[in-house]
């Protein structure tokens, strides 16, 4: 850019001053222009460094969280790859025969039965057939399946991971619990229980135990507390083991966070269950002793059972079913846990599509049937014990409990279920 100095002319002094004077002026504008253009480079650069480590900080913060919730959709697919289909079988059917079992107990411990007394249920208590309604039997199976599934999936390896599937343990059972009460409301509202009308006329106390006084919400809001916790159930019996239970698997926990090697799980497992099995603790026994099946189960070079080893596992239920001792029974499950992968007609039974989905709704049936039978069932039994004959009528009593538990265990699943899902899930990305 070319400037015009010369305002006066040449050869005049006062002229030449005055452009010498301008062109120091120009000079230094130019100059203050420029400085002050390299300093808001430099400040701005500065700030866009600051902005760019804001960035730089926020991405490193989103990749942990990314990478947090990756690891805990890996662990949820990993458990999809190890999952045993037959297991599903198996809760399902313990679930249901615990049914029939409870169903039976309206006959089997009355003290005046001659009201309901038929072929239909001397059929059921008594004979083989009892195998399938012995409800106490079957609740061990469904106890060390539990210890079972606890140990096999997942187990946890730094404190972080282990405070993280004690308080999804927690959940994973507290709301199914705070859903059965929602549930056992909506029955004492609208269908009512009848236990208590039997009662006076069969002379049976075991089924008197709950539904006496009238529940309330508040009573629904401290359920999950007073069941986990201190082992009170106002709303279903069944619910009577989950303190335990809850024992358990915290216990399962710690073992598999602490001791690293399996010989020292295998030991810890050890110890803690003979002092269950002093203290008189049936169900942490039994989910202990799942657990060490579930152990041995992930050591396939370890687990190698010989076919005839196996064929005996599977009958060993069977010959611990006439022991009538607990301990005995679990020991006979544990076996049959280990021996049905090894006996392939045994386990494709317990995968056939009818059990597998009897299996998808376990936790339905198990909540939800005891609240059922003391009403759908029983009012009808209430209800037409004049009209009809006692095999129909209990029979007809079955097929109503089976139909309607089975009806709400699958709006159970798609509710509380899968609300509980989405907790745990939520906890394990956090």
């Known amino acids: 850019m070319k400037y015009n100095y010369v305002i006066f002319g040449k050869n ?30 430099l400040f701005c650069g500065k700030a866009a460094v600051g902005e760019n480590n804001k960035n730089i900080d926020k991405k490193k913060i989103e990749n942990k969280r990314l990478n947090e919730k990756s690891k805990a959709k890996l662990s949820t697919e990993n458990e999809k790859l190890l999952r045993e289909e037959y297991i599903d079988g198996m809760k399902g059917l313990a679930c249901l025969f615990v049914l029939l079992g409870h169903f039976t107990g309206i006959y089997k411990y009355a003290e005046n039965f001659s009201t309901i007394d038929s072929w239909f249920m001397r059929m ?38 282990f405070f993280k599937k004690c308080v999804k343990r927690v959940f ?47 009573d629904a809001i401290k359920e999950p507390f007073e069941v986990l916790f201190m082992g009170i159930c106002k709303f279903n019996s069944p619910f009577w ?40 603790r049936e169900v942490i026994v039994a ?14 070079v370890i687990l190698k059972i010989p076919s005839v080893i196996a064929v005996c596992g599977i009958f060993a239920p069977i010959a611990a079913f006439f022991s009538h001792n607990l301990f005995v029974m679990d020991i006979g ?22 059990v597998k989905k009897i299996g998808s709704i376990s936790f339905g049936i198990y909540a939800l049937h005891w609240p059922v039978t003391n009403s759908f069932g029983m009012g009808l039994i209430y209800g037409l014990s004049d009209a009809l004959n006692p095999a129909v009528l209990m029979a007809l009593s079955l097929a109503v409990i089976l139909i309607v538990t089975f009806l709400l265990a699958v709006l159970f699943k798609v509710t509380i279920e899968r609300l509980t899902s989405i907790v745990c899930r939520n906890i394990a990305e956090i």
């Open 241 to 280: 083991c989950l303190r335990d239970m809850l024992i358990a698997a915290l216990l399962i926990y710690l073992v598999t966070w602490i001791c690293k090697t399996i010989k020292m799980r295998g030991c810890a497992l050890g110890i803690l269950m003979l002092a269950a099995i002093l203290m008189h």
């Open 172 to 218: 994973r059972l507290a709301i199914p619990v705070a859903g059965t009460a929602v549930f056992v409301l909506a029955l004492q509202n609208t269908i009512g229980f009848y236990n208590f009308k039997i009662q006076n006329i069969v002379q049976n106390t075991w089924i008197t135990r709950l539904y006496g006084t009238t529940l309330t919400v508040t």
């Open 124 to 161: 059921l208590t008594n004979g083989p057939l009892s195998f399938f309604s012995a409800e106490s039997y079957w609740m061990q199976l469904f106890l060390v399946i539990s210890g079972y599934l606890t140990i096999r999936y997942n187990p946890p390896k730094t404190c972080k991971a």
């Open 333 to 354: 499950f544990a076996f049959y846990l280990m021996s049905v992968p090894f006996v392939s007609c045994v386990k494709q039974f317990w995968e056939k599509t009818v």
């Open 12 to 41: 005049s002094t006062i002229a030449f001053c005055i452009n010498f004077v301008i062109l120091d002026t120009m000079i230094i504008f130019q100059l203050s222009k420029r400085v002050v253009k390299e300093m808001q480079d």
């Open 287 to 300: 989910c202990l002793l799942g657990s060490a099946v579930g152990l041995l189960r992930s050591q396939t």
